[in-house]
């Protein structure tokens, strides 16, 4: 699985646009790149996934670079509730694959 | 639908001891793995099962293992506890097949505490 590179740490005022970047430079033309994040105290949740087209759902919106090297999370209005570590991963999109998680971004969201 | 269920939600284990974790998948999920979360890091993949199996594994030793049961549930056992070995364990189910979806569910986790 190629390796991903993400921001330590963000911080992003409530009600504006929160913006994740994640850079996979080695990634595969069969790998897709999946967002997960981690509420603190409680399991990873699954946000997004998408391979080379732009991405939205009811949570956030997945935008790829054509090269695919680099993605951004958007969540459009972020609450204090999104306040929680946000991992990229980048896998084989297969029926059981593993999940291989860096240390991803800890975003903040602030009053 | 419950979603993916962890038992039990704590545990405090003496150095030397043996541990066992239980995980229930979600509805329609077969595969179950398994995760370790040490204080401040991402998830490591420990193992994963399907059919009873054991079909992927991580870079952890022996003394960790697990079973799958026919109802899909699965078992994570540590033996031989190392204070190391404290950390919260992850549960995840996914499906095998159709639904056109492969994201995994995880479980709250198992806060495991060994001293």
């Known amino acids: 699985d190629a390796k991903t590179t993400q921001p330590t740490s963000m911080d992003c005022a409530e009600g504006r646009a929160a913006n994740l970047p994640c850079n996979h430079s080695?990634?595969?033309?069969?790998?897709?790149v999946y967002w997960y994040r981690q509420i603190h105290s409680q399991g990873p949740q699954y946000i997004i996934h998408?391979?080379?087209n732009n991405e939205t759902n009811e949570m956030a919106s997945l935008i790829i670079t054509e090269d695919r090297k680099s993605s951004t999370l958007i969540l459009p209005h972020a609450t204090l509730r999104d306040t929680a570590v946000y991992y990229c991963?980048?896998?084989?999109?297969?029926?059981?694959?593993?999940?291989?998680f860096g240390a991803g971004t800890i975003l903040r969201v602030k009053s | 639908d419950a979603g993916v269920t962890q038992s039990p939600t704590h545990l405090i284990k003496t150095r030397g001891q043996q541990v066992t974790l239980r995980c229930s998948p979600k509805?329609?999920?077969?595969?179950v793995s398994w995760y370790q979360q040490a204080l401040g890091q991402g998830p490591q993949f420990i193992f994963q099962y399907y059919e009873e199996e054991e079909r992927q594994r991580g870079n952890f030793p022996d003394r960790f293992s697990g079973h799958q049961f026919p109802n899909y549930s699965s078992e994570l056992n540590v033996n031989a506890l190392l204070l190391g070995d404290s950390a919260l364990y992850l549960c995840?189910?996914?499906?095998?097949?159709?639904?056109?979806?492969?994201?995994?569910?995880f479980g709250q986790g198992t806060r495991l505490t060994v001293v």
């Open positions: 998408g391979l080379k």
């Open positions: 509805s329609g999920h077969d595969t």
């Open positions: 991963i980048v896998r084989v999109w297969e029926y059981g694959n593993k999940l291989v």
């Open positions: 080695t990634i595969s033309g069969n790998e897709y």
């Open positions: 995840a189910s996914s499906p095998s097949v159709g639904g056109g979806t492969t994201e995994a569910f």
